[in-house]
């Protein structure tokens, strides 16, 4: 950004700023918010590289019940929203595997509870 100040006596004086956003250091998946949750809740991560993300909700019989995500995803902060409101109450269990250009995975899977 430029700005440009302009005094009373017809001085000028001119600023930049230049701002560089980073990607993520690491990577991480934050447990969902709310929780517990009715009907409703988000689920939000952070990718170091661009990557391919598959983000599926589990039963605790191990029964995917929904899957959220299943495409490429830029570095940086993401969040997913889960609407479970066809859903019976009970434990549930997202898992998130983000698969770097290079083959690299990273897994995270966390508990979350639906209560009507």
Known sequence: MRFVICAPNGDRWIKEIRVAVAPP?????????????????TISYQLT??????LKIFNLLGQEVASLVDENREAGYHQEMWDA??????MYVFQLIATDQHGGRQIARKKMLLLR
Request: hydrophobic residues 15%.
């Open 85 to 90: 409101s066809r859903y019976s109450s009970g």
């Open 49 to 54: 590289t661009d990557s391919r993300v598959s």
């Open 25 to 41: 250091e690491k990577f991480e998946v934050f447990n969902n918010y709310p929780n517990p949750f009715n009907p409703s809740t």
